[in-house]
C-alpha cells in the first residue's frame, strides 16, 4: 500500500483533507523533500515541529496558520487552486496530513530521496 493510500485511508471523511491529500507528494518534490520541507518550517521558527514528524516518536500537530507561515501563500494558494479548495481549507487540510505524511515516509527517521518519495506516493 502506498503512502497515499495510507493517507487516504485516514483522513476519509475529512474533505478538506481528502482534497489535499494527493498534493503533498508533489508539494514534497516542489520543496526539496522532507529536507526542503523541514527547512521551510525551520525559517518560519516551527523546525521542532516539522522534525517531530521525522522518526518514531509522537508527532507535533500544526495549525492552518502555521502551515500558511512555513509554506508561504503562494504555495498554498497554489495547492488550494489544484484541490479546488480556498486557502484556509487547503492549509487546514495540509495541517492534519503533513504530519501523517512525513511521519509514513520516514518511519525509520531515515529522510528519504525524492525520487524515493515520488515512489511511496505512488508516482
Do not use: C
Request: proline share 5%; hydrophobic share 35%; glycine share 14%.
Amino acid at each position: 500500500m502506498s503512502v497515499l493510500d495510507q493517507l487516504t485511508k485516514q483522513v476519509a471523511g475529512d474533505g478538506n483533507a481528502e482534497k489535499v491529500v494527493k498534493k503533498v507528494g508533489p508539494l514534497l518534490e516542489q520543496v526539496g523533500g522532507v529536507d526542503g520541507l523541514v527547512q521551510k518550517f525551520e525559517q518560519a521558527g516551527l523546525g521542532n515541529v516539522a522534525k517531530s514528524w521525522i522518526g518514531t516518536g509522537a508527532n507535533e500537530s500544526v495549525s492552518p496558520d502555521q502551515v500558511k507561515e512555513a509554506l508561504g501563500p503562494q504555495q498554498v494558494e497554489q495547492i488550494a487552486n489544484e484541490a479546488g479548495v480556498s486557502s484556509d481549507e487547503a492549509a487546514a487540510g495540509l495541517s492534519k496530513v503533513l504530519p501523517d505524511a512525513v511521519d509514513n515516509v520516514t518511519p525509520s527517521g531515515q529522510v528519504p530521496s525524492t525520487g524515493d518519495i515520488r515512489a511511496q506516493f505512488g508516482g
